[in-house]
């Protein structure tokens, strides 16, 4: 059985930074791609970051540049680096990890941007 989490979160003030973190826990083999999605309030979940397994990434458009994701193979985790964060980031943060092809999914953290 497989266990995703993702501790972190919570408030923060615009234009500061916050880490989110995913942890993978229980009977893994190997995890293959790994993402990070967010659903802002009143909007659909959208994708954010993905992280291959050999640490090749991909973002958003608006996570470009401000958002960096990175992963721990040895630790079986995923971080999510949010830098000059606003109040359209506020939204809850889900990871993902991928395992012999199926998808596990975490349930989420809640980020809030206010000042």
């Known amino acids: 059985q497989v266990q995703v989490v993702e501790p972190g979160g919570g408030l923060v003030q615009p234009g500061r930074s916050l880490r989110l973190s995913c942890v993978v826990s229980?009977?893994?083999?190997?995890?293959?791609?790994m993402y990070w999605y967010r659903q802002c309030p009143g909007k659909q979940r959208e994708w954010v970051a993905t992280?291959?397994?050999?640490?090749?990434?991909y973002y958003v458009d608006f996570a470009k540049g401000r958002f960096t994701v990175s992963r721990d193979n040895s630790k079986n985790t995923m971080t999510l680096q949010m830098d000059s964060l606003n109040s359209e980031d506020s939204a809850t943060y889900s990871c993902?990890?991928?395992?012999?092809?199926?998808?596990?999914w975490g349930q989420g953290t809640q980020v809030t941007v206010s000042s």
């Open positions: 229980g009977t893994i083999y190997s995890i293959e791609t």
């Open positions: 992280i291959s397994s050999t640490g090749t990434t």
């Open positions: 993902a990890a991928t395992i012999k092809g199926l998808h596990y």
